[in-house]
Structure formats: C-alpha cells, structure tokens
C-alpha cells in the first residue's frame, strides 16, 4: 500500500478495519488493518470469509452511520474457514483525525521497511524490481547506464551512478545488497564494499560456484583475505556471500524464474533483521548454514 493510493482513497466515507487481538492459527498478525469503503477496499485483514465479514459489517456501518463495532470472529467450521483461531476486529468510521492517524501509521511501516538495492538493471535486475514492487521493502535499482532504468514500478527508486559501488557504503544499516550488474570486474567491487560494511541483512551476487571461487581467488589477491596456518583469517565476512543466489538446481534460468526465487531468498533474510534478531557475525552464519541446509534439501549441493 503507498500513501498516494491511500490519499486518494480517503476522500472517500471509509470503515477503518483493525485486527486488534489473535489467537491461535490466524491468516493475519495483530495489527492488520483495512478500509472499507462502499465501493473502495485498500489492504487486507487475511482474506476468506474473516474479510468478508468484516466487509459487511463495515458496509452496513456505513449506511446506518455507526461510528464504531467491535467484533470477535472464531475462524471455524460455523464461517467455513478451518484456521482453528480467534480474531478481535475493531471497526470505526474514519473521521478527519483518524485519517491523518492511518496516513502517520502507514508512514511509520513504510519507514521500517527494509532497504533492497539491486545493483544492475539488466533482464534479471529489471525482472528482481517488478518482483519486489509488491512487497514490503525499499527497494532501489542502480545502474551505471541510464537507459536500462526507464519502465520501472512506480514505487521502485532508480539511481543512475558511475560508481555504483558509494551507493552501497552511503545505504543505511541492515540493507541488502543483490549485485547482477552487467561487468564481472564490477560485480566484485560493489559485492567487495557490501561485505566491508559487515552490517548488511543480505548479499548476493548472480554467478555460480566458479564465479565465487573467483570473487574469493580476488579478494585474496587484494589483501581482503589472508591465508593463516590454523584457518582463514578474513578481513570481510566472506560467509555473508550469497553465489549462487535463490535455490539452486533449478534449470528454468528465466529472468522472472530467478527473479521469485531472490525475492524468496531476500525476505528470508531481512526478516530476521527485521523482527529485531541479534545482527552479528555469527547470526549471519546461522543463517548462511540454515540456507545451505534448505538448498541441499531442495536438491543442491
């Protein structure tokens, strides 16, 4: 949802929907929220015979004038949805004041949405951008060439740079980092300044395993990493690399294809970071290890 599709449905006589306790298996978390107009619905409480509900008591608010309704909804056989849980909905007529609280609190979400950089906007970067438009991210597309950024989501930044890589060392904390531009050489410096940071919830770079081995075989050369006789003492968290990115062993190479599995992948990561999970060293190797696990389930190796 982006503030100007919800300013624009304010203008209209709204029910603000509002899932305001949950209990057991549920198809939203608390907090959800909807309005309902009566022709208008922006957002969603989870869908099924819970929204249709709450669809209709809105509705009948509306044309009787009811200000205010709060109703508990047993997700069961008795509605036809088999969740097994309980949802707490508070319903009320959005006034002048309550649609400057929505517009603050949609601008409170989208300001803790994490920050997604795509770095190059080829095939795969373009089809990446159209895959994370939908979802709730900031997500930024840089490309050393100005042309590739045109057509993009309306909600997608672009950035136009000739040194894509000042772009990653001015990203705020916990950004991620997908790096499938369209130079080797450059792919290896943007991917070097992401890993430097240390801070980042997610960097991949698109490649195989030759590729990676290559990125290591450089960082070696320029001093990044050094070879000690009790183990490899790095000066940048090399097991933060994602290369290949998305799950492996998949032989549709389609840019949409690899686009939905990266998506998948960069959600996987950034929500630890963004449920407020300890982000260190060693929390980005859990889930390096936890990622190699679900790749060699799904067949890689």
Not at 102 to 111: D, Y
Not at 193 to 220: H, N, P, Q
Request: proline share 4%; aromatic share 4%.
């Amino acid at each position: 949802m982006q503030l100007a599709t919800l300013k624009g449905v304010l203008s209209h006589p709204l029910i603000l929907v509002d899932c305001v306790k949950t209990a057991g298996s549920t198809p939203r978390e608390k907090g959800a929220w909807m309005l309902v107009g009566a022709d208008e619905l922006l957002g969603t409480i989870g869908g099924g015979q819970l929204e249709f509900i709450a669809i209709d008591t809105a509705r009948q608010m509306l044309r009787k004038g009811e200000a205010k309704r709060e109703i508990d909804v047993p997700l069961g056989p008795d509605i036809g949805q088999c969740c097994g849980g309980k949802v707490s909905l508070s319903l009320q007529f959005v006034t002048g004041e309550i649609a400057k609280k929505i517009q603050n609190r949609l601008g409170r979400e989208q300001s803790q949405f994490p920050h997604v950089y795509i770095m190059g906007a080829g095939h795969v970067g373009r089809a990446l951008a159209h895959a994370l438009a939908l979802l709730p991210l900031t997500t930024i597309i840089v490309d050393t060439r100005a042309d590739t950024l045109l057509d993009l989501p309306h909600n997608i930044e672009t950035r136009f740079s000739a040194l894509p890589e000042s772009i990653v060392r001015e990203a705020p904390a916990n950004s991620a980092f997908i790096v499938l531009t369209h130079d080797h050489a450059l792919d290896f410096m943007i991917t070097r300044e992401a890993l430097l940071r240390c801070d980042a919830s997610y960097v991949g770079m698109i490649g195989s395993k030759t590729k990676k081995a290559a990125f290591a075989s450089w960082m070696k050369k320029q001093g990044w990493i050094n070879k000690q006789e009790d183990g490899e003492d790095t000066k940048v968290p090399m097991h933060m690399l994602n290369c290949p990115i998305g799950v492996e062993k998949i032989a549709d190479k389609r840019p949409e294809v690899i686009a939905a599995l990266v998506a998948a992948e960069i959600l996987v990561h950034t929500s630890v970071v963004h449920a407020g999970v300890a982000h260190t060293a060693a929390s980005h190797k859990i889930m390096s290890e936890k990622t190699d696990e679900r790749r060699e389930f799904l067949g890689g190796n």
